[in-house]
Nanobody, 125 residues
Framework: QLQLVESGGGLVQPGGSLRLSCAASGFTLNAYAIGWFRQAPGKEREGVSYISNRGGSTYYADSVKGRFTISRDNAKNTVYLQMNSLKPEDTAVYYC??????????????????WGQGTQVTVSS
């Protein structure tokens, strides 16, 4: 069964850091570009960051540029999202997904086929 599993979420104070992990089971992650998305309560899901299958290209939403860093360790079949200087507005459920279509931009959810179940990130004092 092809599956992505996110982990690393939790409660953190403003200005703090968290590292999210996206691990693959049932398939080799290095065959896929991976996107991180998030959905805050009452809001639509939005693209946060993206990394190509070999890690040579990365993209970020303007709201997280300079604070978040995406990386991957294909030997460990895992993609990471390092989140620093967290703000209350970063509170959301974070999802990772494997991209299978390349006709549209990286933020287009329809381009992704395999999704994890999500991990909650809460930034609050």
């Amino acid at each position: 069964q092809l599956q992505l599993v996110e982990s690393g979420g939790g409660l953190v104070q403003p200005g703090g850091s968290l590292r999210l992990s996206c691990a693959a089971s049932g398939f080799t992650l290095n065959a896929y570009a991976i996107g991180w998305f998030r959905q805050a309560p009452g809001k639509e899901r939005e693209g946060v960051s993206y990394i190509s299958n070999r890690g040579g290209s990365t993209y970020y939403a303007d709201s997280v540029k300079g604070r978040f860093t995406i990386s991957r360790d294909n030997a460990k079949n895992t993609v990471y999202l390092q989140m620093n200087s967290l703000k209350p507005e970063d509170t959301a459920v974070y999802y990772c997904a494997a991209r299978v279509l390349f006709r549209s931009g990286w933020t287009n959810e329809d381009a992704y086929k395999y999704w994890g179940q999500g991990t909650q990130v809460t930034v609050s004092s």
